[in-house]
């Protein structure tokens, strides 16, 4: 083979390597974002969400759009949240699954990608429950990623693989699509509720007491 076959048999395998490189990247890529676009509930793409709290055959969805730095999602978390996983998640007439909305300061997204992190050991719930417990005032340096990698240590995770996953960003593009999505569902601020049956579905607004949930998933079972 001459010099010219060599140098354009060099090129070709370069070009070759570079292929395969990007193509590996997005599968990467896709494979982060957990990819199931057939998944919605009602109008809302719950694709890239939580995994389902309570039974997946439930007559009812609730659809939460939240923000781990948010202090009315906090409040909600510890003053409604427990009675409707008591009442209606528990006794399978409803379930539930979060989808960030990741708006309120340069911390929110990495919280929220956390939770996919600790979602790969089969934790999310623990580590969102953990965010909601002790969270703090926005941006106070209580959900950066130091913090982060030390609530995946009290769950006893694979801290390295957690920290990994972390410092990667490898879920970024999994928060952003909901955050868009609950955008596109006109989810303003946080929390904000979309409820849903094979029916139709209704929205509520902020962290409303018991009795106004108790009301709207009453009249859909």
Known sequence: MGKKGIIFGGIA?????????????????????????????????TAMGSP????????????????YQCEQCYNWYHNTKDSIVQNYIETGKANLIFVDLAILGRD?????????????QGKYWEYHDLLYTYQEE?????????????????LELDQELFDSCVDSGKFAKRVQFNT?????????G?????????????KIGGA?????????????N
């Not at 990247?25 to 919605?40: C, K, V, Y």
């Not at 868009?180 to 303003?188: D, F, H, L, S, Y």
């Open 180 to 188: 868009n999505e609950a955008k596109k569902q006109g989810a303003t």
């Open 52 to 67: 389902i709290l309570g039974s997946d055959s439930a007559p009812i969805t609730i659809i939460e759009f939240g923000d």
């Open 138 to 154: 926005v941006n106070s340096g209580w959900a950066n990623s130091e913090r982060l990698k030390a609530f995946a240590f009290s």
């Open 108 to 120: 929110s997204p990495k919280a929220a990608a956390a939770t996919y992190c600790a979602e790969e």
């Open 13 to 45: 395998a370069v070009v070759l390597i570079a292929i395969i490189a990007s193509a590996s990247i997005s599968q990467t890529g896709n494979e982060a974002l957990n990819l199931d676009m057939g998944q919605t509930h009602g109008t809302v793409s």
């Open 208 to 220: 409303q007491p018991y009795s106004v949930f108790q009301k709207v998933l009453d009249s859909m």
């Open 190 to 202: 946080t929390p904000t509720f979309i409820i849903v049956n094979s029916e139709g579905q209704q």
